[in-house]
C-alpha cells in the first residue's frame, strides 16, 4: 500500500530560508507541486515546453508580460502557458505554490545566480 501524507503548507513555508528558491513538497504524475518566497524580480525567462503554474498564497505577485501584465493576489492563480516571456515580481515578500513538470528549470532559459540545478524535497 502507498502511503499517503498530509503536507502542512504553514509548516513547510516555514522552513525555507532563502528568496527564489522554491522546494518541492509533494508530487503528482509527472509534476511537482513547489513552495517557494520570493521578493524583488527574477529575469525575463521563458519555457519552451512547460506551463508554469502560480498561486499566490501570501502577498501579491506581479507576472510582466512583454505585452501586459497579471498581478495576482492570494487565493488567486494564473498558467503562464509555454513560451509565453516573462518577469516575475513581488514588491514585497510573497509565498507562492507553483505546479510545473519535473525537471524545469524556474529561470526557464536563462542560466543566472539564482537558478536553482537540483531542488530540493522540504
Known amino acids: 500500500m502507498t502511503s499517503i501524507q498530509k503536507v502542512s503548507v504553514a509548516e513547510k513555508l516555514g522552513l525555507i530560508r532563502g528568496l527564489w528558491t522554491p522546494g518541492i513538497v509533494a508530487e503528482v504524475n ?3 507541486v513547489k513552495l517557494a518566497k520570493v521578493r524583488g524580480d527574477l529575469v525575463w525567462h521563458s519555457h519552451a515546453d512547460e506551463d ?3 498561486l499566490v498564497l501570501h502577498g501579491r505577485l506581479t507576472l510582466e508580460l512583454r505585452h501586459g501584465a ?3 493576489e492570494p487565493g488567486e492563480l494564473v498558467v503562464i502557458p509555454r513560451g509565453v ?3 516575475p515580481v513581488a514588491e514585497e ?3 507562492i505554490l507553483l505546479i510545473e513538470r519535473k525537471g524545469i528549470r524556474h529561470t526557464g532559459d536563462v542560466v543566472e545566480a ?4 537540483e531542488y530540493e524535497w522540504i
Open 30 to 32: 509527472d509534476t511537482h
Open 85 to 87: 516571456e516573462h518577469r
Open 93 to 95: 515578500e510573497t509565498h
Open 52 to 54: 508554469e503554474l502560480f
Open 70 to 72: 497579471v498581478t495576482l
Open 114 to 117: 539564482r537558478t536553482v540545478a
